[in-house]
């Protein structure tokens, strides 16, 4: 008696479990295909204080976050990673690109070499250390998109160097067939409402002008 009781019980209780499986549908639901989710495409900026934002109340007042709010969109998402060093040189955005570069990019932006020309570094340094972060970018990432963001020479350092500054950008887009982006400080640099204190360094409205700047390029940039 007692274990016929018990067969029943046992019946009993593995039916209880089977309609609660067959009554319970999102126990069985299945996962979303992971072709249906967006992937987020990463994008770098590799670049001193002006992409690191110094000097601004949050990360979100940076030309950076701007263009990142400006792109993401709902069937294509990207993730902007701001690599910006406040002081950093080309040879110092060199040293570090491994790292940089560890968690990924599909789009490496690059924004140095004020602060060599600041430090009156050889042009020629300069050319080399731009040149050599967008092969090695290559040689990792095969199908990278490069775009290079020029600066302009102070004109206290004198023509001779200004010159050989200048050309610095135009040769590396040349001779490495990258893109080269609108100067990013066109019309902001100079203006001391749109500049902090130190007359270098742009305020959050200036950060926006500087978004704004190189908007189209980025947009292009997204598009090859």
């Known amino acids: 008696m007692v274990k016929h009781f018990i067969k029943v019980l046992i019946f009993l209780l593995i039916s209880s479990i089977a309609f609660c499986e067959k009554s319970n549908p999102t126990s069985k639901e299945s996962p979303i295909p992971e072709a249906n989710i967006p ?4 994008i770098v900026f590799l670049g001193d204080s002006l992409t690191a934002g110094m000097g ?5 007042e940076s030309y950076v976050h701007i263009l990142e709010s400006t792109f ?3 069937d294509r ?6 690599a910006g060093v406040s002081g950093d040189t080309t040879s110092g955005g060199l040293n570090r690109l491994d790292w940089i570069l560890s968690s990924g990019a599909d789009y490496l932006v690059i924004e140095l070499g004020a602060n060599d020309m600041m430090r009156g570094i050889s042009p020629a340094v300069i050319q080399n250390n731009l040149k050599e972060i967008i092969q090695k970018s290559r040689i990792k990432f095969p199908n990278i998109k490069i775009l290079l963001i020029p600066m302009k020479p102070f004109p206290n350092l004198g023509k001779k160097y200004g010159k050989l500054f200048e050309e610095v ?3 590396v887009s040349r001779e490495e067939n990258v893109p080269l982006s609108e100067f990013l400080l066109k019309d902001v640099a ?3 409402e749109l500049n902090q204190k130190d007359g270098i360094h742009p305020t959050a409205e200036g950060h926006k002008i500087l978004a ?3 908007e189209e390029d980025i947009r292009k940039l997204l598009e090859k």
Do not use: A, D, V
């Open 56 to 60: 601004l109340s949050t990360q979100e």
């Open 190 to 192: 100079g203006i001391p």
């Open 212 to 214: 704004k700047n190189i």
């Open 77 to 82: 998402k990207f993730k902007f990673i701001n």
């Open 169 to 171: 950008y135009s040769i």
């Open 39 to 42: 992937k987020h495409e990463i």
């Open 72 to 74: 993401n969109q709902k």
